[in-house]
């Protein structure tokens, strides 16, 4: 089971500076759609192909649209020996919600991206 982390979390660390590695498993078009500053992009079905470009040392959180996906991510990696890995609750959707309400919110079917209007 993949260890968790909650978005405010991930917000306090952001700005307290600690050094960590926010890993965006998401696919390029999501990411052009919405994006968190610092955070670097290797989509999940490219995540295994490119792992030298991990550090199995460093803290690592791991996170998708809603989780689903950086659940798996923050699994595998935890099997191939990183040593704090963790899955970031809600993905981007609920950092949009509840951490930067510029981030937009978006639906995406595999082929197309709707964004949402914030009301």
Request: charged fraction near 25%; proline fraction near 5%.
């Amino acid at each position: 089971m993949p260890a968790h982390i909650q978005v405010t979390d991930v917000k306090k660390m952001k700005e307290s500076g600690e050094t960590f590695v926010l890993l965006d498993v998401r696919q390029p078009e999501e990411v052009q759609a919405a994006s968190i500053d610092g955070a670097v992009n290797i989509p999940m079905n490219e995540v295994m192909h490119r792992l030298d470009e991990l550090d199995p040392d460093a803290t690592t959180v791991v996170f998708c649209h809603h989780g689903g996906r950086s659940a798996h991510i923050t699994m595998m990696l935890q099997g191939r020996g990183f040593k704090d890995v963790r899955n970031m609750a809600g993905g981007i959707h609920a950092w949009a919600m509840n951490v930067d309400p510029n981030v937009p919110m978006y639906d995406f079917d595999g082929r197309s991206i709707r964004v949402h209007k914030k009301s």
